[in-house]
């Protein structure tokens, strides 16, 4: 009798005591409704790329010096240099010059490698197409100005998390001057000077 009871009261306990986290449980999730959703809509919000964001590459023709580095560098030997030699001159002289934006594995090597920095990385992240073929940028379609969030008007720029001010962490609601966390390294020569 005595152990039928006990077992009775064990069941009681852990019966209450699974009410009691299940309440919990609810307690947090209806808490977590009141929030602001850290959701950024998509295409009406857009995250600000970082600075060193490897984007879409940015080509210029002019100052390509056709070395071919950029060639030599790449992962799968992908840039397209296109060049003739004039003797005359004694100079390579560039025909064209592509990257097919469907192989490219946006490691930025050319561009860390390319002496006249005539390529560089954009901010463009958005280059979906229906045909595989209209990846494949030449010379003019590389030199294009890349897209920027914060030109857009249809769109609102939000900042990524390393670009909050110290202790906020939602890019909703910011005052449009407020500066991220820290100080830059001439404001604190300017302070050491003082
Ligand atoms: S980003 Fe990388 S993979 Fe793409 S072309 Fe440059 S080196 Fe090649
Ligand atoms: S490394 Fe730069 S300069 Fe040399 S071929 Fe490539 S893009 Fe042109």
């Known amino acids: 009798m005595l152990k039928f009871l006990n077992q009775v009261g064990n069941y009681t306990k852990e019966a209450v005591q699974a009410a009691k986290y299940i309440g919990q449980g609810l307690s947090v999730t209806f808490d977590h409704m009141r929030r602001r959703p850290v959701t950024v809509q998509y295409p009406y919000e857009k995250l600000i790329p970082s600075e060193r964001f490897r984007g879409r590459i940015h080509f210029e023709f002019d100052k390509c010096i056709s070395c071919e580095v950029c060639v030599r560098v790449c992962p799968i030997n992908l840039p397209v240099v296109d060049w003739t030699f004039i003797k005359e001159s004694k100079k390579k002289q560039l025909k064209h010059y592509s990257i097919d934006f469907g192989v ?86 300017e302070e050491m000077e003082k």
Not at 155 to 178: I, Q
């Open 104 to 189: 490219c594995i946006f490691c930025g090597n050319c561009v860390e490698y390319c002496p006249t920095n005539c390529l560089s990385m954009t901010e463009e992240y958005e280059l979906a197409a229906y045909d595989r073929h209209e990846l494949n940028f030449d010379n003019v379609a590389l030199g294009r100005l890349p897209y920027k969030v914060t030109d857009d008007p249809m769109v609102t720029p939000l900042r990524e998390f390393a670009y909050l001010p110290k202790g906020v962490d939602s890019p909703h609601d910011l005052p449009a001057n407020a500066r991220r966390a820290g100080k830059r390294p001439e404001e604190i020569l």
